[in-house]
């Protein structure tokens, strides 16, 4: 298997710094506001890779777009999809992505979160036989009452081999309630090759900032963040602080 870097996909928005590595491909998907938004990279992280999604049919037709950008890339490299609304997902969180990935038969891994409220994300639907495989996803709009009191939720950040991207992708069916093409159908074809590997990750890390109680939320918990690594870093006074304080999550 191949030990390249992955690709990374960042669909909409929030590149942030997450990736660490000088070797990684960073491919932007943009939509609604697209110049608004390549502008504003271009301003902070230079010119990276950019294509558009300019019918809005999907994040499955998202991953679409870019699919010619890596046209020339062997099928065993791991491509990493992450939703752009999250600034505080951390880079060891993605590094663990890619890991599980690597290690998984199903060459698929995605990270889900257990909200403290009620959101209208995807439920993780598993089998019930024993086994704990994980089955498909079902988006909120689609899932039935029974469903929709699943508490494993899908976090929206995937690693894939790209074999298996491509071809899952080609699959997609938009026959669900938006009429759209779903990014989280590729989980079911994953249960085909023996279930995709779900990795828990804390709410506060993963969650998506979509209005201004969101951002008020999100800032809090980066402003938290940084006191905690000022203060650490402050001197000897502060380690034995430091040591009993756990992580903000």
């Known amino acids: 298997m191949s030990r390249s870097a992955p690709l990374v996909f960042v669909m909409a928005a929030g590149l942030g710094t997450r990736m660490k590595s000088d070797l990684r491909r960073v491919i932007a998907i943009l939509g609604y506001k697209a110049n608004d938004v390549q502008a504003s990279f271009d301003a902070s992280l230079g010119a990276i890779e950019v294509v558009l999604q300019t019918e809005q049919r999907g994040t499955g037709h998202a991953v679409q777009c870019a699919l010619p950008a890596v046209a020339g890339e062997p099928d065993d490299r791991i491509a990493v999809i992450l939703s752009g609304d999250a600034p505080l997902l951390a880079s060891e969180r993605i590094a663990e992505l890619v890991r599980a990935c690597e290690a998984s038969p199903a060459g698929m891994a995605l990270l889900s979160t257990v909200p403290p409220r009620a959101v209208p994300y995807g439920r993780l639907v598993r089998d019930a036989g024993g086994t704990g495989v994980l089955l498909r996803i079902v988006e909120h709009a689609d899932a039935t009452a029974e469903q929709r009191k699943i508490a494993d939720t899908n976090a929206g950040f995937y690693a894939i081999r790209l074999g298996h991207l491509r071809r899952d992708l080609a699959l997609l069916r938009a026959d669900n309630a ?59 006074s502060s380690a034995t602080a430091c040591a009993s304080t756990p992580a903000p999550c």
Do not use: M, W
């Open 178 to 236: 938006k009429g759209e093409l779903y990014l989280t159908d590729l989980v079911a074809h994953a249960a085909e090759r023996g279930g995709a590997t779900a990795i828990d990750a804390p709410f506060t890390e993963v969650a998506g900032i979509n209005d201004r109680v969101d951002l008020a939320a999100a800032e809090a918990v980066a402003r938290r963040q940084i006191n905690e690594t000022s203060r650490c870093a402050a001197g000897p």
